[in-house]
C-alpha cells in the first residue's frame, strides 16, 4: 500500500514560482512511477506530469512544458513539481499520483492508481 502525502501548495502571482513535493511511504516506492495532476474547480482532473521510476522517462502536458518540472528522490522517497512562470490557469488543486505501471500507463491512467489528497495552487494576476 502506497500512502502520499504532498506540500509545497499556496498563492503565488503570475509569473512567479512554486515547488510542490510528495512524500510517499510504501515498500515500492522507488520502482513506482510517480505524476502529478490537477483539478480546476468545475473541471476535470487533468494530467500535468509523469516520471518513471529510474527518471529516464517523463511525460509533461502540453499546457506546461517549459514552464513545469517533474523530478524525483528515491533516497527521500519524494517527487518533486517545480512549477515556474505560473499562470492564472494553473490554479487548481494538484494530486500526487504512483502506480506500478509505466509512465506512460500513468499518463493515461491505467492500471491501478494511488492518490494523495491534494494540495491548492492558486496563481493571482
Do not use: H
Amino acid at each position: 500500500q502506497v500512502q502520499l502525502v504532498e506540500s509545497g501548495g499556496g498563492s503565488v502571482q503570475a509569473g512567479g514560482s512554486l515547488r510542490l513535493s510528495c512524500a510517499a511511504s510504501g515498500p515500492t516506492f522507488s520502482r513506482n512511477s510517480m505524476g502529478w495532476f490537477r483539478q480546476a474547480l468545475g473541471k476535470e482532473r487533468e494530467f500535468v506530469a509523469a516520471i518513471s521510476w529510474n527518471s529516464d522517462t517523463i511525460y509533461r502536458a502540453d499546457p506546461v512544458k517549459g514552464r513545469f518540472t517533474i523530478s524525483r528522490d528515491n533516497a527521500k522517497n519524494t517527487v518533486y513539481l517545480q512549477m515556474n512562470s505560473v499562470k492564472p490557469e494553473d490554479t487548481a488543486a494538484y494530486y500526487c499520483a504512483a502506480t506500478e505501471a509505466t509512465a506512460n500507463g500513468l499518463r493515461n491512467r491505467m492500471g491501478k492508481i494511488y492518490w494523495g489528497q491534494g494540495t491548492q495552487v492558486t496563481v493571482s494576476s
